[in-house]
């Protein structure tokens, strides 16, 4: 375990896992690293999370099509819009964290109870979601708030993106389920890519050794056949189960991290 090339493969199959599940890609990556994975630089975490996004991309390619050769349809023109106001929310007050110099934290015990506030949030907003009607669309205020969801995920490890942005669409926006998890995997594409692309052109300026683009491309390959693999399988489901197990294993794990860090 204690070849760097074996890790990353690792990492990648953690990342690759639990970037579109509602458990945080980032507390994950942060648990393998401290408990024995080694450090990353977070240019490596992004970079392998943009694997992940990619398998989203190749899943939803006829979806992306459709929306993109369509804009002439009303419809289609106003959930484009929505993705871009959801996009530029995350992207503007992405700038003013990244000009406060904002760093993740390097300790467990943060993401041990984001995980569990996370948890608990999910199993009341399932319970608030199921008291109210779906639409099949998300609504302006989800898309906003989706937005800001995937900063307060950024900002606080232990958060998840995807579980943040799929309940906020759902218990904000009143979309159901399948809608909201759509919407939150399509605007993650352009919301990572950038990122990468800021972290990729970061690290061009400071220099990358070869050995270092090495473990960037592994851990992207290897993220995104993963993500494929796991997206595929949420998608089907989702179509009849609730996020209720997500919830209870982020409680769980936790709960131990909490147990054991002390």
Same mark, same amino acid.
């Given at each position: 375990m204690n070849d760097p090339l074996i890790q990353t493969v690792l990492l990648g199959i953690i990342e690759g896992i639990t970037e579109f599940l509602p458990?945080?890609?980032?507390?994950? $990556? $942060?648990?393998?690293?401290q408990l024995g994975l080694g450090a990353r630089?977070?240019?490596? @975490?992004?970079?392998?999370?943009?694997?992940a996004i990619l398998a989203v991309t190749v899943i939803y390619w006829q979806r992306l099509w459709? *929306?993109?050769?369509?804009?002439?349809? $009303?419809? @289609?023109?106003q959930y484009v819009f929505k993705l871009a106001v959801a996009f530029l929310i995350t992207a503007v007050l992405g700038l003013v964290i990244t000009k406060l110099n904002f760093k993740l934290p390097e300790h467990l015990q943060p993401v041990a109870w984001a995980l569990i506030i996370?948890?608990?949030?999910?199993?009341?907003?399932?319970? $608030?979601?199921?008291?109210?009607?779906?639409?099949?669309?998300?609504?302006?205020?989800?898309?906003?708030?989706?937005?800001?969801?995937?900063?307060?995920?950024?900002?606080?490890?232990?958060?998840?993106?995807?579980?943040? !942005?799929?309940?906020?669409?759902? *218990?904000?926006?009143?979309?159901?389920?399948?809608?909201? !998890?759509e919407f939150a995997f399509i605007v993650g594409i352009p919301t990572m890519y950038a990122a990468s692309a800021s972290k990729?052109?970061?690290?061009?300026?400071?220099?990358?050794?070869?050995?270092?683009?090495?473990?960037?491309?592994?851990?992207?390959?290897?993220?995104?056949?993963?993500?494929? !693999?796991?997206?595929?399988?949420?998608?089907?489901?989702?179509?009849?189960?609730?996020?209720?197990m997500f919830a209870w294993y982020r409680i769980v794990v936790g709960v131990l991290l909490l147990v054991f860090l002390n």
């Open positions: 458990i945080s890609s980032t507390g994950h $990556l $942060l648990i393998a690293e630089s977070d240019m490596f @975490n992004v970079v392998i999370q943009a694997g459709k *929306l993109l050769s369509g804009l002439d349809q $009303l419809e @289609n023109r996370g948890g608990v949030w999910m199993l009341a907003a399932e319970w $608030l979601a199921a008291k109210r009607p779906d639409y099949a669309q998300v609504t302006w205020l989800g898309a906003i708030v989706v937005g800001i969801a995937q900063i307060v995920a950024a900002i606080f490890p232990g958060t998840s993106r995807s579980g943040a !942005t799929i309940f906020a669409a759902m *218990l904000i926006g009143g979309t159901s389920r399948v809608a909201a !998890t990729l052109y970061e690290a061009g300026k400071a220099g990358v050794s070869a050995d270092e683009w090495i473990h960037l491309v592994v851990g992207f390959l290897v993220s995104a056949i993963v993500a494929f !693999t796991a997206v595929k399988w949420l998608l089907r489901y989702i179509q009849t189960h609730r996020f209720t």
